[in-house]
């Protein structure tokens, strides 16, 4: 058992003099289960790094203040007892691991805090057993789904059996059954094996009554607060809200035109099964918006319309099998705005980027002037020459969309475009699919959990839930 | 044999018949290899894969040699069969060894610093994400309006700069499983060098020596 406090502790980025933490001072009790709340984006995984001891040396940015376990400081402490105080497990599934199978790979992380090899056998099948994945011991890691990876991280968490367990937005990328499961165990190993649990998440679904306490990370204050019973529950009723938005959509009717369908579809990328469609459309000039889960497959439903995945069943493009589009031509028809703005950027700075979408772009629909202005609509005017990978997350969203509105495909899907997105910018871009699609007749799909501000363009809503999709009248 | 000791000798003979002409012994070395390969447990594809795909640049040796070399056709035999004689002799590596193995052999016998050899060992655990990675990059200039093909800069660009990601992160990622640099670490398969592989590597050289030695094309 541990408590860990955190005394007056600021952190800004290298090159920058914005505080991200701004003299934070927060206790987390011993053997609590403690959740840490707040919009993404707002520094509470670069504290949960600092508490796991990760940085300072893994970031170029600059901290003051401690971080202490029961008074001992932790940035001062050997790696190899930092060991035994803390561990931490990540929010993307694919990195967490250095070794090819399940056995070798807490094997590996017994070695590094050199258990006894005679109690190893015994060790990794008690931490295997206790996340509940047993039959995976001699699985490759590679074929795991998101969800089973991340019982494998807390296997190994429970293997290192370190007093304080850190964990940042565990769950981004699993189902909602195991979501529900994952957090029972970590309140058995609260419970059971005294650990002191430090979990970051900005989705609030199944903590309530689970939790011992209730931090708020303040993206006004930059300071974290301690939430009392009647200020968790305005948190998990306005969450609640959040979710369930009334506004009325129209079901597609049957006359509208189809220009993507897709057919007996199954798709199972790592042997599940994540959807099967005997028969869906997506109809030409309108904004679906297609909700769902974190998880269940929608940016998978993406890949395989974009033909980075493969499928069984058949995908038409205006009644032609996409399999027989050549590449490129199916590439500038249907194209995908990636959820990781910097997946969309081949070339260095702002303008380079501009340039290249004005020259390959499928119709010349904007005008130089019009391009400007919408630059200039973002906040992105006479920003030419930066660098593209050093513009903010939110630039590189705004200015991921801008040209990807230049490039001018006649189906867009977009994958969580307002992720870092203020509400202004929000806005902004919402005007601009708006004309894209009024104006040029763009058929846009559009995935997000953000609802709010979307009123306006979505056409229909698509829900995406137990293995299909449906057409909802509400959003 | 442990892993790392069959690796530097399959590597040491490839260096002395890279400087030997020697057809007979290239022919023993091959045939050694064959029979050893064939008591292991190999699917029939790769077994026909190993015998064909070094035939197109077995033979463009040869023919290069016969056409423009002055060594003249004893020469270019020799080339030929030592294109397979690497093949074979690595592939008596390849299919026998694991890479955790050999990694975990470097790390114990070798000395290797162990930040080295699992960074290798994790990097190559990667490859299937690099493959995809590839395509993605692909994809996504396409739907830009840009072919990249294998030498477009742009692909490596982007390429290299996905890995230099990855590699913070899964350097965070051992790090919070526990991994020190230049740690003690406990090993729970231990892996020592025998007197067997002692006796099998010098047995091994002494015999490709006696090899060259006696038999003179």
């Known amino acids: 058992m541990a408590e860990v406090a955190v005394n007056n502790f600021t952190f800004s980025y290298a090159k920058s003099n914005f505080m991200v933490l701004n003299y934070v001072n927060v206790t987390f009790p011993a053997n609590h289960f403690s959740l840490l709340t707040g919009p993404s984006g707002s520094g509470k995984s670069t504290l949960l790094m600092f508490i796991a001891g990760l940085y300072p040396s893994f970031t170029e940015g600059k901290s003051k203040g401690t971080i202490t376990f029961d008074g001992k400081n932790i940035t001062e402490t050997q790696p190899q007892e930092k060991n035994k105080m803390v561990s931490m497990m990540f929010q993307n599934p694919n990195q967490q691991f250095a070794m090819d199978t399940v056995f070798n790979e807490l094997v590996f992380v017994l070695e590094n805090i050199n258990a006894d090899p005679a109690k190893m056998d015994q060790t990794v099948d008690n931490a295997l057993n206790f996340v509940g994945i047993s039959k995976l011991k001699n699985r490759k890691i590679n074929t795991l789904s998101g969800g089973e990876k991340q019982r494998l991280a807390l296997a190994s968490i429970v293997a290192m059996d370190a007093d304080v367990i850190v964990l940042d937005e565990p769950f981004a990328s699993i189902d909602p059954a195991s979501r529900v499961d994952l957090i029972n165990k970590l309140k058995l190993l609260r419970d059971e094996h005294g650990k002191t649990i430090i979990l970051a998440d900005h989705d609030l679904s199944d903590y309530q009554n689970v939790i011992d306490d209730f931090f708020f990370l303040d993206p006004a204050t930059h300071k974290i607060n301690l939430q009392n019973q009647d200020q968790q529950k305005k948190f998990y009723a306005n969450f609640e809200d959040a979710q369930h938005i009334t506004t009325k959509v129209k079901l597609p009717e049957k006359t509208e035109k189809e220009i993507l369908n897709i057919r007996d579809f199954t798709l199972d990328p790592h042997g599940d099964v994540l959807l099967k469609l005997a028969n869906f459309s997506f109809y030409k000039g309108k904004t679906t918006l297609v909700t769902g889960h974190n998880g269940i497959g929608k940016s998978t439903l993406f890949d395989a319309l974009t033909k980075l995945l493969k499928y069984e069943g058949t995908i038409t493009y205006n009644g032609q099998d996409i399999k027989k589009i050549k590449p490129l031509k199916y590439a500038q028809s249907v194209t995908l705005l990636f959820q990781d703005a910097e997946s969309q950027f081949l070339n260095i700075t702002v303008k380079e980027e501009l340039d290249l979408s004005m020259k390959n772009r499928f119709s010349a629909q904007y005008s130089d002037d019009e391009v400007k202005k919408m630059l200039a609509e973002i906040d992105l005017a006479n920003r030419g020459e930066r660098i593209v990978y050093s513009l903010s997350e939110g630039q590189k969203k705004k200015l991921q969309i801008i040209e990807m509105l230049v490039m001018a495909p006649p189906v867009l899907l977009m994958d969580e475009p307002f992720k870092g997105l203020d509400y202004h910018s929000l806005l902004v871009v919402g005007n601009l699919l708006n004309e894209a699609k009024t104006k040029f007749g763009q058929t846009q799909i559009i995935i997000s959990h953000q609802l709010n501000g979307l009123e306006n363009l979505v056409d229909y809503h698509t829900h995406f839930a137990n293995q299909t999709m449906k057409y909802q009248e509400v959003l | ?217």
């Open chain 2, 1 to 217: 044999m442990n892993p790392g000791m069959k690796l530097f000798l399959v590597i040491l003979i490839a260096l002395e018949i890279s400087f030997t002409e020697n057809l007979v012994v290239n022919l023993i070395l091959i045939a050694v290899s064959f029979i050893y390969i064939i008591f292991q447990k190999i699917s029939f594809k790769a077994f026909l894969a190993l015998i064909f795909v070094p035939l197109l640049p077995a033979v463009a040796m040869f023919v290069s040699q016969l056409m423009y070399g002055t060594a003249g056709i004893g020469f270019a035999w020799i080339l030929f069969t030592r294109i397979y004689a690497y093949v074979f002799l690595g592939a008596t590596f390849t299919l026998t060894s694991n890479i955790t193995d050999l990694a975990l052999a470097l790390e114990q016998d070798f000395r290797l610093p162990s930040k080295f050899a699992y960074g290798v060992l994790a990097t190559f655990n990667l490859v299937p994400k690099i493959r995809q990675q590839v395509k993605i990059i692909k994809t996504s200039a396409l739907m830009r309006g840009e072919v990249l093909h294998v030498w477009s800069a742009k692909l490596y660009f982007k390429a290299i700069l996905s890995s230099i990601q990855w590699s913070q992160n899964l350097a965070e990622a051992m790090t919070s499983h526990g991994f020190v640099e230049d740690a003690p670490r406990t090993h729970y398969k231990v892996i020592k060098i025998t007197w067997q592989d002692w006796s099998l590597f010098i047995g091994s050289i002494v015999a490709v020596q006696l090899l060259l030695f006696f038999i003179r094309n």
